[in-house]
Nanobody, 130 residues
């Protein structure tokens, strides 16, 4: 059974850091583009980051550029989202997602479009507050 499982969320003070993990099972992560999305209460799902199958030149939303770093370890079937300098507006449920279509990354326009991704995790809550 193909599955994505996020972990690493929690409560952190403004300015703090968290590292989220997304672990895949039931399929070979190597061949998939991975996207991170988030959804705050009352808002739509927002694309945060996108990383290609090889891991080169990740894409970031302007709202997190310079603060978040995405990486992947295909041998461990895991993708990471390192979140630094966290702000209260980063509070949301964070989801990882997988797309089997390389154009999801290379097209640019699809990278932060939720409908471009085929598989989703259940999400992990991040709460930034003092």
């Amino acid at each position: 059974q193909l599955q994505l499982v996020e972990s690493g969320g929690g409560l952190v003070q403004p300015g703090g850091s968290l590292r989220l993990s997304c672990t895949a099972s039931g399929f070979t992560l190597d061949y998939y583009v991975i996207g991170w999305f988030r959804q705050a209460p009352g808002k739509g799902r927002e694309g945060v980051s996108c990383i290609s199958e090889s891991g080169g030149s990740p894409r970031y939303a302007d709202s997190v550029k310079g603060r978040f770093i995405v990486s992947r370890d295909n041998a461990k079937a895991t993708v990471y989202l390192q979140m630094n300098s966290l702000k209260p507006e980063d509070t949301a449920v964070y989801y990882c997602s997988a797309s089997a279509d390389p154009n999801t990354y290379y097209s640019g326009n699809l990278s932060f479009r939720a409908s471009a991704y085929h598989y989703w995790g259940q999400g992990t809550q991040v709460f930034v507050s003092s």
